[in-house]
């Protein structure tokens, strides 16, 4: 039987408190903010991680961003994964989720024959949940969305989900290859293992592709390749909570808020 092969589909993300767009070209600032990797993308990795122990086989795991990303994707394969694939090109930047997704289907052919793809529900900084259904349509893959568990019949080459719906879940089958799109939240992703990280930190461990290596089409990456684009930028209006001060002695203090909350009720 075949060895297991795994992708796991990887966003590096601005910390949320650092998250800047550029007011001229309208997209992130990558330069100086501090980075980590999409915390969906995480339960998504751990449940490949645990279908990888009960199972075994391989992990891959494919990010599309600047080289600098390098040190946070690392991160995985101290978790226990086994390669990392980045997608660096400048004719990448500025991609929509449809161009997005067409180059990270590139990356997932380039990789070679796919199992299983894993993706978070959505990520951090654009939380359109689209990457996973795009990814599945490209590759001509089956899906299932926002699990919360999985099992394998490696011998069957089928795949079993359990979904959580209102009032309860119901449970998900399809055929190899096949995405799927984990549920935030869903598991409590591992530590990384200390042993491993001299090995993760060896250069052979990460690949990085540029547009020309994958194969990829110029018309369908990067802002060229992007059907939808940021015309403009605003900022939410902003409320103050309004504020009481209460004087007087502390019994008044007391017998003034009293009144003021019954007058709530």
């Not at 309208?26 to 969906?40: F, M």
Request: hydrophobic residues 40%.
């Amino acid at each position: 039987m075949a060895e297991l092969q795994i992708v796991v589909c990887v966003k590096v993300v601005p910390k949320p408190e650092e998250i800047r767009v550029d007011p001229e070209t309208h997209l992130l600032q990558r330069v100086d903010t501090r980075s980590e990797i999409n915390p969906p993308d995480m339960n998504a990795m751990e449940m490949a991680l645990s279908l990888k122990d009960r199972h075994g086989g391989r992990i891959s795991i494919l990010s599309m961003g600047p080289s600098f990303f390098e040190p946070n994707l690392r991160v995985a394969l101290a978790m226990g994964a086994d390669q990392i694939y980045l997608l660096s090109d400048q004719s990448f930047a500025g991609a929509d989720t449809l161009a997005t997704t067409y180059t990270l289907a590139e990356g997932v052919r380039k990789i070679g024959e796919i199992d299983l793809v894993f993706c978070g529900e959505e990520s951090s900084d654009g939380a359109t949940g689209q990457v996973p259904a795009g990814l599945a349509e490209w590759l001509n893959y089956n899906q299932l969305t926002l699990l919360t568990e999985v099992n394998l019949d490696q011998q069957a080459r089928f795949i079993l989900g359990k979904r959580e719906i209102k009032g309860g879940y119901e449970i998900l089958e399809a055929p190899l290859p096949c995405v799927v799109s984990v549920k935030t939240a869903s598991n409590e992703p591992r530590f990384m293992d200390f042993q491993l990280r001299s090995w993760a930190q060896e250069k052979e461990r990460v690949t990085i592709w540029d547009a020309i290596d994958i194969g990829a089409d110029p018309a369908y990456i990067g802002l060229k390749g992007s059907p939808t684009w940021v015309t403009g930028l605003a900022e939410a209006p902003y409320r103050e909570r309004r504020r009481e001060f209460l004087q007087g002695s502390p019994q008044e203090i007391a017998q003034n808020l009293a009144s003021i909350l019954f007058k709530q009720l």
